[in-house]
């Protein structure tokens, strides 16, 4: 395959947002640009250290909902200019929104409708010259080589080392079929020209480099760390396998990505990175790694091996930003808005993709772990049995079958991304004795803190909950208290006459 085997064709696309004009951000840079407008970015000129501090001041100031993403720019140890921008999405829709080309001001489940849009077109990249390509203006080679310039940091006490984290995507190419597959893994600092990269069982850069072993040839891999996030997005779900994730990252910025050659692999990297590292995986190489503070608020499995990068380039912009995504319990996780927006619009394409009708909308619930935990779907239930089948394809669709261990079917009249009226429905909907299944060794992480001792953790378990009226008596089931659609647009008319602040609130069930 030729250095242009990166994507199938794309469909023909509709009239989207992107279509009309309104693209995504060009880059980080651009992007911080736009959420720096509307108060979502803070700078922090105080020197600030890379062992523990700037993960504690991160935990820290994002407890509250909507806490700004922060950049600090003065950091001990590392060269005048560079810096780190911590948790970019955290839990704002809004930047998540500007990161994709759409409007600020869209609740959970519209941007969810939208984002799975954009998943359904994707676009191709595109080669672009390497000479002139913003990631390519500083080089450096061979015994140049000195990853410790960058900060990286120990986000937590007992962290292994110092961390590239999360925020980061790691490109390598399918010995077989020639695409370029993008995942985001963490990444620890061994020394000034090796990187430590660990990745759970099953994922596919895993896969790709098991398969050049076994064959006994070196594994090429690209360390993208500084990025915009709609290649964090993309780089973070789990797409078909026979695709690459710059096609949906394209579909999501309304255009092509632009990718320039290597000069150290055959691989290729984005021309508008702020960091890119080229290096190899030999045979058999591997070195000591973790623990690391991860996505389920715990360590994750005790210090083992690990896939060992060598480092032969590095190329990265004039003041470099190092993107950093702190792994951590709700509201502080950076993956778990994250999750909630693109891992949900991931298995409602799913669903739709199988054919199963009167999905109303998918919520991976964003304090479950990270929005790994647990996956709502709410549905018009149509037939015997709709329920139960919807839950178990949600429970092991490409894009929801990692790691998720509660699944929870709702009714219609039910908004998915409200947690208290799923908790109402499962308290009122759900006969336990009844309505709650298990499926057993199924695809989990060695991340898992309830699997012991840890060689277990491979493999998990799931519970499908149906949270639905129970269908064979679904019209002698009690009648539910809503409003009636005519009172509510009268009331949310007159919501500021009555003195009452904000927008009135949408309610997802009224009586027609």
């Known amino acids: 395959m030729d250095d242009m085997s990166v994507a199938p064709t794309s469909a023909a696309r509709p009239p989207t947002a992107a279509s009309r004009g309104a693209t995504g951000p060009r880059d980080l840079r651009d992007w911080m640009t736009r959420i720096e407008a509307i108060g979502q970015l803070k700078r922090i ?171 006994d040839e070196p594994c090429e891999v690209v360390c993208c760390w500084g990025i915009d996030p709609a290649l964090f997005i993309a780089a973070s779900q789990t797409f078909p396998k026979t695709t690459s994730e710059f096609d949906f990252v394209g579909g999501m910025l309304g255009r092509p990505v632009e990718l320039v050659k290597g000069e150290a692999t055959s691989l290729l990297y984005p021309a508008n990175a702020e960091i890119v590292v080229e290096g190899v995986i030999a045979p058999d190489s591997q070195k000591l790694e973790g623990p690391f503070g991860e996505f389920t608020g715990y360590y994750g499995r005790p210090e083992d091996l690990a896939f060992l990068v060598q480092v032969k380039a590095v190329h990265h912009r004039d003041n470099p930003i190092l993107t950093h995504a702190l792994m951590a319990d709700y509201p502080a996780n950076e993956c778990a808005l994250l999750y909630a927006v693109a891992r949900s619009a991931r298995v409602w394409n799913d669903l739709d993709r199988v054919g199963v009708p009167g999905i109303k909308g998918v919520y991976a619930h964003p304090a479950a772990a990270g929005g790994f935990g647990m996956t709502i779907v709410a549905l018009e239930q149509r037939y015997a049995g709709h329920a139960p089948q919807a839950l178990a394809l949600a429970a092991q669709t490409p894009g929801g079958a990692y790691y998720s261990k509660w699944i929870v079917a709702v009714d219609e009249d039910v908004d998915p991304s409200n947690i208290n009226q799923v908790l109402w429905a499962m308290a009122t909907r759900c006969n336990p004795v009844e309505d709650i299944d298990i499926l057993r060794q199924t695809w989990s992480t060695w991340l898992d803190p309830t699997q012991n001792p840890p060689e277990e953790r491979p493999y998990g378990s799931k519970a499908l909950i149906n949270a639905c009226m129970e269908h064979r008596h679904i019209k002698q089931f009690s009648k539910r208290t809503k409003l009636r659609r005519s009172m509510y647009e009268s009331v949310a008319a007159r919501w500021s006459e009555l003195g009452l602040e904000g927008a009135p609130p949408r309610l997802w069930a009224l009586e027609d």
């Open 45 to 215: 000129t105080a020197q600030v250290t890379r062992d523990e501090e700037m993960g504690a001041i991160t935990y820290m100031a994002h407890q509250t909902i909507d806490a700004p993403a922060l950049l600090f720019e003065n950091i001990k140890g590392s060269p005048r200019g560079f810096r780190a921008l911590w948790n970019p999405l955290g839990s704002s829709v809004d930047r998540f929104a500007l990161a994709i080309g759409e409007p600020t001001g869209l609740g959970a489940m519209e941007l969810i409708e939208r984002c799975k849009t954009k998943f359904q077109y994707p676009i191709p990249p595109v080669i672009v010259e390497g000479e002139g390509a913003a990631v390519n203006e500083n080089h450096l080679r061979d015994d140049k080589v000195d990853i410790r310039v960058f900060p990286a940091a120990r986000h937590w006490p007992r962290d292994g080392g110092e961390y590239i984290g999360t925020c980061d995507a790691i490109i390598t190419r399918d010995p077989d079929g020639g695409w370029l597959n993008v995942g985001t893994y963490r990444q620890m600092v061994q020394g000034k020209s090796e990187v430590g990269l660990y990745l759970s069982p099953g994922k596919d850069a895993r896969l790709h480099i098991e398969r050049y072993w076994s064959r």
